[in-house]
């Protein structure tokens, strides 16, 4: 009787670890569907930009895209000038942020030479 105890609890123990894992997967699944750019998710929720440009900066050369395809892409921006493109991006990246986040496109000649997140 004492030999099926352990085993019992062994068992309770595996299904407890399971469900643990099974929890961490969905949660892992759930924060990369968050942060994982689409042009849907870009021009329907752009308060929530800050969440998903790292995926947008490492999924497309952005370097080298002309103004038009920048404008394809991201739809209209924020401000634009003859040399830069900005997109709102909206509340910095981090916990309890009050700061803003915003993407700098720079462009010579119509054609995006450099970027970068401005936080103000």
């Avoid at 569907?33 to 870009?42: D, E, L, P, S």
């Avoid at 739809?75 to 915003?102: F, P």
């Avoid at 462009?107 to 995006?112: E, R, T």
């Amino acid at each position: 009787m004492d030999a099926k105890k352990p085993d019992s609890a062994m068992t309770i123990n595996l299904r407890a670890l399971r469900v643990a894992l099974i929890i961490a997967a969905v949660y892992l699944a759930i924060f990369h569907y968050q942060h994982t750019f689409t042009v849907w998710r870009w021009e329907n929720n752009p308060h929530q930009r800050s969440a998903i440009v790292d995926s947008l900066l490492s999924r497309y050369d952005i370097v080298g895209m002309s103004r038009d395809e920048i404008l394809s892409l991201l739809g209209s921006c924020d401000y634009s000038d003859e040399s830069h493109l900005c997109y709102s991006l909206g509340s910095a990246r981090g916990w309890l942020s009050i700061d803003l986040e915003q993407l700098e496109l720079h462009l010579k000649d119509g054609i995006v030479t450099d970027y970068s997140i401005i936080r103000y």
